[in-house]
């Protein structure tokens, strides 16, 4: 049996026999924990071999999955835990399997019933290769904020409930796996929380004993004191009553044995476990909570005052010095699984607030992007903005090389979707998509105070050509209505314009080289969308700089483009379209 821990933040799992939740909960802790690494290497199904998609976080990984325990095991030599959860009927001897392979170094077996002399055997070979079971009959165990075996300590919410994702000062072993959620509940609301916990399970031979994890706890500086919860039948709490009596373990022990009703009852009562049975006086849960008393550890008067009694010896703890209370931490949220969502019956949500509410309040198009796009409900006069530049944007003719897109699709039979797709694919530098990079060039110039003319031949050096700049039509003194009411908006609404002032200067420097250098519509909600994000203040620097780096910006122009293109197609579909001629082709759209 190992003498101190078994776990740590970097320990891996083999999985035996495929089973979805069990697997997915051990990530969802290990992701609740900041592992950098999921606990699960691989499975083993026998007969199968591939890939099982599964959540590591938001994060979708494919776990391997192999048909043997040596396939397995020789495919990832870092997995030190084996976690078996065959039927009774094949555990042993995929178990035994598993403890033959140099690299597994604990294993726990989940299924009930398996047969006493297997058990046995098990159990020898383990001990004579320094190897530890957990088991059978158990739901496993946990080291808190590093690795958990399966199911154990229940759902997400008792996890976070218990304080699991973090490690805490108590070691605790029990032979019950569903007395041991009990206990994690217990032990966070009297103390700082659980270090480890280990249910042994209730089989008549328990792979590992009360005793064999008590003087590993005893080993591990981490864990100040120690917590035991046994149950009548069997000798199992005599091993630990010895090893207090040999003066072995040098921590408080706070231990209570479960079936002290069994008295009442007139003859012998089977309590769940194959070895919580009441049989001669020795085995009896009174007998076992004094001789546990007398041999120095702390025994409360019933079950009831356990809670008391361990919160009693951790606060001693804590007045002496040996305990420093844990910083708590905040946990990062674990997506909801679909399923799980499906039977609540929420209501559907923007980043949050509920759609009822979206409709009861008149949130308007602005209000729903700023929700969906910056996961936050902007000002009004934000959304406001924003739903103007759409308006704006909407493609208001044919003339432009996305609509001529859209025209030739829609004519040629395409569906909505194709002809609305052929014209949005044409958005790029040169027609819609220079929203972004106007921000990023205008943003910089202004953090690094660069004059108009040190920015426009500095680009012109570069051989790049300032976006936001220059028009086919547009003159200076035929300027582009668009830009001129955005500029308007944004003077009497927004609380800074620096960067659309900056613009405008680069503008005057640019038209004293060609009329045509205009400040365009695409510069105009660049520039602007940089003072509606810096002068919000909703956002911090390093959110701007991820909004301007991934195209954001761009986004407001496929959105309103759509609506103008989707009319196109439909236009196209009435046989309605007016007599154009494409200015770059010798196309005629008649009716």
């Not at 297997?118 to 496993?140: C, E, H, M, S």
């Not at 089977?270 to 085995?283: M, P, T, V």
Request: with cysteine; aromatic share 8%; glycine share 10%.
């Amino acid at each position: 049996m190992a003498t101190g821990q078994i776990f740590s933040r970097n320990t891996q799992a083999l999985f035996y026999n495929y089973k979805q939740l069990p697997i997915q909960r051990m990530l969802d802790f290990d992701f609740l924990c900041g592992r950098e690494i999921p606990s699960v290497a691989g499975i083993i199904n026998p007969g199968s071999e591939g890939f099982q998609k599964l959540f590591f976080g938001q994060e979708e990984i494919a776990i391997p999955v192999h048909s043997t325990v040596e396939a397995a095991c020789s495919a990832h030599s870092t997995a030190d835990v084996f976690i078996n959860f065959a039927s009774f009927r094949s555990a042993a001897a995929s178990s035994m399997a598993a403890l033959k392979q140099p690299t597994i170094k604990v294993v726990a077996i989940i299924a009930e019933g398996v047969p006493e002399l297997d058990t046995k055997r098990l159990i020898a070979y383990a001990q004579a290769n320094n190897k530890v079971i957990i088991g059978p009959a158990t739901v496993g165990g946990i080291q808190a904020g590093a690795f958990k075996i399966g199911d154990t300590a229940g759902t997400l919410d008792n996890i976070i409930q218990c304080k699991l994702y973090r490690p805490g000062s108590v070691g605790f072993v029990s032979k019950s796996g569903g007395m041991s959620n009990e206990l994690y509940n217990t032990i966070a609301r009297a103390t700082d929380g659980i270090y480890e916990g280990i249910a042994i399970g209730g089989d008549v031979f328990p792979g590992s004993t009360l005793s064999d994890h008590v003087l590993r706890y005893n080993n591990i500086p981490q864990v100040k004191m120690i917590v035991v919860l046994g149950e009548l039948g069997g000798k199992d709490e005599y091993s630990l009553i010895e090893a207090l009596k040999e003066g072995k373990i040098q921590k408080p022990v706070v231990a209570w044995v479960s079936g002290t009703c069994a008295r009442l009852f007139k003859s012998e009562v089977q309590f769940g476990h194959a070895g919580a049975k009441s049989g001669g006086e020795l085995e009896s849960a009174q007998a076992k909570n004094q001789a546990l008393k007398e041999a120095g550890a702390i025994v409360p008067t019933s079950y009831e005052t356990f809670e008391g009694a361990i919160k009693e010896t951790f606060e001693k703890l804590v007045d002496e010095g040996k305990i420093v209370p844990i910083h708590e931490v905040t946990p990062p949220p674990i997506p909801e699984d679909l399923s799980t969502a499906i039977k609540s019956g929420k209501e559907p949500t923007y980043a949050g607030v509920p759609m009822s509410t979206i409709i009861e309040q008149g949130f308007g198009v602005g209000d729903v992007i700023s929700l969906l796009w910056f996961k936050r409900s902007l000002p009004r006069y934000c959304t406001k903005f924003i739903e103007i530049c759409i308006m704006l944007c909407a493609d208001h003719g044919p003339c432009v090389s996305g609509a001529h897109n859209t025209i030739v699709t829609a004519r040629a039979g395409k569906d909505l979707v194709s002809s609305l797709v052929s014209g949005l694919l044409t958005i790029g530098p040169r027609f819609g998509g220079a929203i972004d990079d106007a921000a990023r060039y205008f943003k910089d110039a202004v953090d690094r105070a660069l004059t108009p003319y040190e920015f426009v031949e500095g680009m012109k050096k570069k051989g790049i050509r300032v976006p936001g700049i220059g028009h086919r039509i547009k003159r200076a003194d035929n300027r582009d209505k668009r830009v001129e009411l955005l500029q308007e908006y944004a003077r009497t609404h927004f609380p800074s314009v620096k960067h659309m002032e900056y613009a405008v200067q680069v503008e005057t420097y640019t038209l004293s080289k060609a009329n045509n250098l205009v400040l365009n519509v695409d510069g105009a909600i660049g520039s602007l969308f940089l003072d509606l994000l810096a002068s919000s203040g909703m956002f911090n620097k390093q959110e701007i700089d991820e909004i301007v780096e991934i195209g954001y910006l761009n986004g407001l122009f496929v959105l309103a483009r759509s609506i103008g293109l989707i009319g196109h197609t439909f236009d196209q579909k009435r046989m309605k379209q007016p007599l154009y001629r494409h200015p770059w082709e010798d196309v005629l759209y008649t009716k």
